[in-house]
């Protein structure tokens, strides 16, 4: 999606925003999200014991997943004169897992513009994709203001 002005978001509404590159999950991204978070959970960090999960291996936590929303989003949608600020999510959901070693990208929808003090409201509805897996690992409504 090429970068629009803050006058040209509203034109968005019902367009598709693209897709992002695919990228890898790697054990390594997992580890350090467990880490950070103190989630320790064998699905995610426990290679050998996870084989014998009904994952059949390690995936990525579902918040390191919601983390990923934020360069997805800017990669997705850039307004150029603005100020791009998370404003929540009204609905989150994790169809399907991200496996370690999977290669995932994200997509985007504009669903909704609004006014709001200072600038615009945006709900996009984002996903996380999983390659070669019918539904996705993450579908969120999110919400995002732009001020001027």
């Known amino acids: 999606m090429?970068?629009?002005?803050?006058a040209e978001v509203p034109t968005l509404v019902g367009r598709r925003l693209g897709h992002t590159d695919w990228r890898e999950m790697t054990q390594d991204r997992v580890d350090q999200f467990a880490d950070v978070t103190e989630d320790h959970n064998y699905i995610h960090?426990?290679?050998e014991r996870a084989k014998e999960s009904q994952f059949g291996g390690t995936i990525a936590h579902g918040y390191l997943t919601v983390s990923l929303l934020a360069p997805i989003s800017q990669e997705l949608l850039e307004v150029t004169d603005a100020t791009g600020v998370n404003y929540g999510m009204d609905r989150l959901r994790f169809p399907a897992p991200l496996p370690v070693g999977a290669e995932f990208r994200g997509t985007g929808e504009v669903k909704e513009v609004s006014e709001i003090k200072g600038g615009l409201q945006a709900t996009v509805l984002l996903a996380v994709e999983v390659k070669d897996s019918e539904r996705p690992a993450l579908i969120a409504d999110c919400l995002f203001r732009f001020y001027a």
């Open 2 to 6: 090429p970068a629009v002005t803050l």
């Open 45 to 47: 960090v426990d290679v």
